[in-house]
């Protein structure tokens, strides 16, 4: 039983005869070996590498745990007759293998390529990953009692921070770990599904705010998204302090790209196959999708632009109106440029919701706003340019052929 049930979750995950899993290997041993002969070296300290290896391992693994398409298939396998133990510990160890070697796996490559390590290291660090997979399934499958398990979030963070450098360290995490083993051998495979009770978002056309309430009850039953929103507006307060020693007003631009980097928002028909299907049959998809979700788009960089430039003016001072167009500048065409991208060049293929909210496509935009960032702080003349050739493409957007259904 144990046997089936892994197989059957690995088959989905990494392909009918594992072909996922050489591929993705391959590009870890390829990024690794290139960023090793580079000659790159950056200090990390043991804490900090096991920190990020261990949010990034516990961040991952939730997102695949409470993936809407592998819900599907875990409500399948639950009507069949099983035994909790031997199916819960198959089922963590699936994703817990997946997260590991697609996703902790590019990590540990880079990190590995670019800091200096022991090899006694690289236990603790197989350690943390162990951790962090058993604490965010564990966590999960409590996850009524949120409370609890942020607190237990919390915890663990501090210890990390403070004493990650010790040597006994990873005998506290693999004390952890028992904890969050305990707490998974008491769980069954109901605990880890989501059940049809959340609330379903339909495509409504009978107003014209419908779409609106659409994105909106979408950001709601998304609450990763909302973090990920709430980071970015974090971020947005904190980066005038680190861009004043920089460059001055110059490199302002260049905090307006890196807030476009709310990629969530930014998937809406890839993530959501049915609503793609249904907005291309749709008579008058421009009107009815493309624009208010362009808007909807820019109004959420808009906002973390505008955070940015209270906490710029706060800190610094100087706020400029040709700041101020560059916000808009940068907001807009990092809107436009997602809508068609996400129109005409939609995610296919991906097997979990979590492959899809790591896809490389994904930071297609948010690269070239950071490129054109750097060109604008060189010539600042070259935004009028830009806001001309803005409006060009807004043009474009409202005569968007029907596309492909």
Partial sequence: MMKMTGKAFAKKLFGAKYERLSRTLLIDVIIFWGLYIAGFQVQIAASVRILMISAFTAGVMWQALSSRDNAVELKHMLMLPHQSQKFVFPYVAA??????????GLLLAVLLAVSAWKPIEIMGMVISMLHAILMAAAAYSLRKYWYGGGLWAVAIVCAIIFCGSRTWFGLLLLANSLVAFLILWKADGYAFYQGESEKHHT?????????WRYFFRYLSCHR???????????????????????????????GFAILSLNTPICILLSCDCDLEQAVRFLPG?????????????????MAADAIFLCSWQIQNGGITA????????????SAVLSVLLEWFYPIRGWKIESDLWHHPRKYVV????????????SWPVLLYVLLVLLAVEIVILLFIPKGRS
């Fill in 95 to 104: 994703l817990g293998c997946y997260t590991v070697l697609t996703k902790t």
């Fill in 366 to 377: 948010p690269v070239g706003m950071l490129l054109l960032a750097g060109a604008v702080c």
């Fill in 203 to 211: 495509l409504r056309q009978r107003k014209k705010a419908s779409l």
């Fill in 322 to 333: 040709l700041m101020i167009a560059g916000a808009v500048f940068f907001a807009l065409q």
């Fill in 224 to 254: 990763n998204y909302l973090v990920n929103t709430a980071v970015m507006w974090c971020v947005a307060i904190v980066m005038p302090y680190f861009l004043r020693e920089m460059a001055g007003l110059f490199v302002v631009p260049v």
């Fill in 285 to 301: 998809q421009k009107r009815l999708f493309c624009i208010p979700y362009c808007l909807f788009i820019f109004s959420c960089n």
